[in-house]
């Protein structure tokens, strides 16, 4: 397993199209809905954004809350608000947080809202642009605010394509846009926290090593969970750590005991590295892995 520095251009033809659009787009809504990865807070946020934003409102919502580690969802709460930054932690999913962002987005518009209503614009509706990389539940955000499957979900990257407006209640209305990634990604912690969370699609980079490299993440942060997860005691795991080897060689053989007791088996009893990456990367992805924060304040 090779630690080489990540270096990805990812930027298809449509998200260059996209970005375009946003900017165009900007004139025409009062706040912007920033939706962000809860397990990953900063890696989730498309820096170019900012430049884009300009002097917009922005409201940030850590979606996928119920996957993050609950103390670091307070922790990040709290370090977004020392910013002077809105932000509400919501599960998609079920619901939760939603009906906290819409009174929230409310709130941040309520004196431009009663300033046009003093120069006779009344009955505006509050105009809110969501945006977000691939993958950060965008989509199923919507979908869970209006109610209805106004947007296409799919569980791949990149999967909605068009714009579209959307009606929330009688004050709040929505503009959808596609999701958008950055052209390249120097940093490599943050290349492989969005492999591991699958905005980057699992086709880009080798599964394998972005499995090796989840591992190794857990079992410094979160070993409990894996124990937990693949039956092991912990001193059976910390024993291998400690071995005189390169640690990549203790953390791979973790890793091929985890396809052993998963009957990741290929011909001559040999483990396969792909499907057991494959299971890491589900087992995490689902939150069958329990509940883990791959970025801390």
């Known amino acids: 397993m090779n630690e080489n520095k990540t270096n990805i251009n990812w930027f298809p033809g449509h998200m260059a199209k996209t970005r375009r659009q946003i900017e165009e787009d900007l004139n025409l809504v009062d706040v912007v809905i920033e939706i962000l990865d809860a397990r990953i807070p900063i890696s989730s946020q498309n820096p170019d954004l900012n430049a884009i934003l300009k002097n917009k409102k922005v409201l940030k919502i850590l979606n996928k809350s119920d ?121 490599e912690t943050v290349a492989l926290n969005l492999s591991f969370t699958g905005t980057i699609k699992d086709d880009i980079l080798a599964q394998t090593e972005i499995a090796y490299q989840l591992l190794k993440y857990l079992l410094n942060n979160y070993i409990d969970n894996v124990c937990q997860r693949y039956n092991f005691k912990k001193e059976e795991l910390e024993e291998i750590l400690q071995r005189d080897n390169d640690e990549n060689i203790n953390i791979y053989e973790i890793m091929l005991k985890i396809g052993q007791k998963r009957g990741a088996i290929i011909s001559g009893g040999n483990v396969d590295d792909e499907k057991t990456a494959k299971i890491i990367l589900d087992d995490f992805r689902t939150g069958k892995l329990g509940t883990i924060s791959l970025e801390k304040v």
Do not use: C, H
Not at 92 to 98: D, K, Q, V, Y
Not at 113 to 121: D, N, T, W
Not at 174 to 181: E, H, N, S
């Open 67 to 187: 996957l993050a580690d609950a103390k670091e969802n307070k922790r990040w709460t709290e370090y977004f608000s020392k910013q002077g930054v809105q932000v509400v932690l919501a599960n998609s999913n079920t619901g939760s947080g939603i009906d906290l962002a819409i009174r929230r987005i409310e709130s941040m518009v309520e004196e431009k809202m009663e300033a046009l209503s003093a120069k006779g614009r009344t009955g505006r509706k509050v105009r809110a642009m969501v945006v977000g990389i691939p993958n950060v539940g965008k989509s199923s955000f919507i979908n869970r605010v209006a109610q209805k499957n106004s947007a296409e979900v799919g569980n791949k990257p990149g999967v909605t394509k068009s714009k579209q407006w959307i009606r929330v209640n009688d004050k709040v209305e929505l503009l959808d846009t596609p999701g958008v990634l950055w052209p390249k990604f120097d940093n």
